[in-house]
C-alpha cells in the first residue's frame, strides 16, 4: 500500500530554516512526480512545489519562491522541502502528496510553527 510519512517540522524563530522529508513506499517512487502541500489555519490548501520523476521542479508557490526548494533522492524514496528564511505566515500543516494511479495519496502532515 502507498505510504507518505512526514517528518521535521516544529517549532522555528522568523529567518530560520527547516528541512521537511517525506519517506515513500508502496509505489515505484522514481517514476512519479511528488509534491508539497500546506494549509495554514482557516485557509485553503496551497500547492508549495511540485518535482517530476527526473528531478525537475515544475512548480513553486509564488509566497515561498526564492525561500523553499523542492528536491529528492530516489536511492532514498524520499523527497524533501528545504525551508529558508522563514517567515510567521508560514506557519502551517506541510503535508506530502503523489497521484499514484489516479488517486491522490497523502501523508499525515507535519506542522511547521513559525513564531519569535
Known amino acids: 500500500q502507498v505510504q507518505l510519512v512526514e517528518s521535521g517540522g516544529g517549532l522555528v524563530q522568523p529567518g530560520g530554516s527547516l528541512r521537511l522529508s517525506c519517506a515513500a513506499s508502496?509505489?515505484?517512487?522514481?517514476?512519479?512526480?511528488m509534491n508539497w502541500y500546506r494549509q495554514a489555519p482557516g485557509k485553503e490548501r496551497e500547492l508549495v512545489a511540485r518535482i517530476t520523476s527526473t528531478g525537475v521542479i515544475t512548480n513553486y508557490a509564488d509566497s515561498v519562491k526564492g525561500r523553499f526548494t523542492i528536491f529528492r533522492d530516489n536511492s532514498k524514496n524520499t523527497v524533501y522541502l528545504q525551508m529558508n528564511s522563514l517567515k510567521p505566515e508560514d506557519t502551517a500543516v506541510y503535508s506530502c502528496?503523489?497521484?499514484?494511479?489516479?488517486?491522490?495519496?497523502w501523508g499525515q502532515g507535519t506542522q511547521v510553527t513559525v513564531s519569535s
Open positions: 508502496g509505489f515505484t517512487f522514481s517514476r512519479y512526480a
Open positions: 502528496n503523489v497521484r499514484y494511479r489516479a488517486y491522490d495519496y
